[in-house]
Each structure stands twice: as C-alpha cells, then as structure tokens.
C-alpha cells in the first residue's frame, strides 16, 4: 500500500504544481482520486485484463503465476472483447481513425489459435500460413523443390536407360560368342565322331 500511496501522493503533486496541462486528463486524475480505491489489486487486475486481450491462455498464466490448472484466466478471457472490436469501438467514437483500424501490431493463427508478431510470414507454433502472399511464397518454395525432384528423377531415369541399352548390347555380344562357341563346338564333335575327316583336318592344319 505504500506504493500505492506514494503514487497517489505524486499524482497529486503533479496536479498542483501544474505538471499537467492537458484539460481531459487532468478531469480524470481528480475524478480517480475522489472515486476510485488505490490498491496495487487495482493495477494487476487491470494489467491482466489488457493482457488477456493478446496472450493465449498459457502465457496469462505464466504472466500472473498462476498454476497450470487454475481456472483464473476465464474470468477474463472470456469478457475481453478483442483488438478488432475494440479498435472499431474506438474508431466510431472518434478516438482513432479508420486508417488505424487497419494496422494490428499482432496476427492471430487460424489453425493453433496462437499469437504472433505482426511481421511474422508464418505462425511460429504451427508453421502455418498467415497471410496469402506468405501461402504463395510457401507453395512456391514447394513447387521448386518438386521440380527439383522431378528433374533429378528424369535424369537418373535417363542414365539408368543409358546403362541398359549398354548391357542390351554387352549380352547380344555374348550371345554372339556363345552361338560361335557352340557351333565349333558341334564342328569338334563331328570330327571325332568321323576319324578320316579328323586325320585330313589334322594334316591339313
């Protein structure tokens, strides 16, 4: 409580040695200060409310050390109204612009539901896709490497067909000498078989 009390106690300060100039928060000072209990409860709770708005539900917990199983962050998920409905909220009242409708500092993925940097091309749990150019790039990325593939299955296909035409001609060639080795073979056999033609072969050798 004495941070607490030092805070208010500054606050207070500020607004009688006229720190502050602007009319609309100086109305909202001296309305907390004549409204509103100062407790450190106060400030966590307002933290965690605006932390539940762009924090999945493990990191709340973590955030606010609470245990894995507590049922804690409920109670403010599912009241947080989420940046759009905000921003659109603020927008129609005049606070921001249109043009700052369309700039989010965060990207929420549609698969895991996890919570990503805005300049972020792919979700960093789930790798998904968060954006139409980064599923272009993505397919595109693929579509190389499967060409890639395709050209290196070719190829080898080509060589593969290369070889078997080689061995195509190495086994005529055997064939080739096995039918001339058969055929003095069967030469040899008529000659042993009929010992006149033997005798004049030998003699005329």
């Known amino acids: 409580m004495t941070m607490m009390k ?3 106690d500054r606050i207070i300060r500020l607004i009688d040695n006229g720190g502050i100039t602007d009319t609309e928060e100086l109305q909202r000072l001296n309305h907390l200060l ?18 539940s708005d ?9 955030k606010a050390r609470w ?4 049922k804690q962050p409920s109670r403010y998920i599912k009241s947080r109204m989420g940046d759009e409905l905000k921003r659109k909220i603020l927008a129609h009242s005049g606070i921001i612009n249109e043009d700052e409708i369309k700039r989010s500092t965060i990207l929420i993925c549609p698969r895991c539901n996890d919570v990503n940097a ?10 998904y896709p968060l954006s139409p150019e980064a599923y ?12 890639d593939l395709e050209d290196k299955h070719q190829e080898e296909l080509c ?7 080689e061995e195509k001609v190495t086994v005529k060639e055997l064939q080739e000498r096995m039918a001339a080795m058969q055929e003095s073979h069967k030469e040899i056999l008529d000659l042993l078989r009929d010992p006149i033609r033997f005798a004049e072969a030998v003699k005329a050798h």
């Open 34 to 51: 004549m409204t509103k209990k100062w407790n450190p409860y106060c400030i966590r709770h307002s933290a965690i409310t605006s932390d």
């Open 159 to 165: 060589i593969l067909s290369g070889r078997i035409e």
């Open 118 to 127: 805005i300049d972020n091309k792919v979700c960093s749990k789930c790798a």
């Open 6 to 8: 030092c805070l208010r």
């Open 136 to 147: 272009d790039e993505i397919k595109s990325l693929e579509d190389a490497k499967f060409k």
């Open 54 to 62: 762009y924090l999945p539900d493990y990191a709340l917990k973590k």
């Open 67 to 70: 245990s894995m199983n507590s």
